[in-house]
């Protein structure tokens, strides 16, 4: 028998590390999502409030406008209207801009969470694979908090395949541990 506390643990254990495991995956998949889409927010934000800047100059610019029009009309002279006009002109073209910047800050919003969906697929397909292939996959370390007595880092060499040890040549049981059991 052998005195590995990895191979000591029951079925039990294994499934509620296997559970711990998958609910600890999700969270960091959720958080990733979390904060993908919260910066997508704040650049949707940024862009929002500069063109909600644009409309209210605008709209406070026909105002200025018609009572451009108005002066102008009525004194047709030009210290009074022209005035009018040059701020109306201004404020038209503060809106201008601002407008122009909203418009391409918004185009640089992109609503999907594309790192979050990336590592969910490379998960699947680890999981696929795992699940395909029994036995030919390494297994991640233990972590920490499953580890009573056990140095905090077990170097395992990830370079040679894990394969079935053969059964012995005389019929004994074997006394080495089957590695594929772990995976």
């Known amino acids: 028998m052998s005195t590995d506390p990895r191979q000591e643990r029951t079925l039990g254990q294994l499934v509620a590390s296997a559970t711990q495991d998958i609910s600890t995956l999700i969270r960091s998949e959720i958080a990733l999502a979390k904060a993908e889409v919260s910066v997508q927010v704040k650049k949707a934000g940024v862009g929002g409030g500069l063109l909600a800047g644009a409309a209210v100059i605008a709209f406070y610019s026909v105002y200025f406008l018609f009572t451009t029009l108005a002066e102008g009309i009525q004194a047709l002279g030009l210290p009074r209207w022209a005035s009018f006009l040059i701020v109306t ?5 503060v809106a201008a801009v601002l407008g122009l910047l909203g418009v391409r800050k918004m185009k640089t919003v992109e609503p ?3 790192k979050t969906i990336a590592e969910a697929q490379e998960t699947v397909e680890a999981i696929k694979s795992a699940v395909e292939h029994p036995g030919t996959t390494v297994p991640a370390p233990r972590p920490e908090w499953d ?5 905090a880092t077990v170097p395992a060499d990830t370079t040679a395949p894990i394969t079935p040890a053969a059964p012995p040549s005389n019929g004994s049981v074997p006394t080495t541990p089957d590695p594929s059991r772990d995976a």
């Open 89 to 93: 002109v201004f404020m038209l073209l």
């Open 112 to 114: 999907t969470p594309a």
């Open 147 to 151: 580890r009573p007595g056990l140095p």
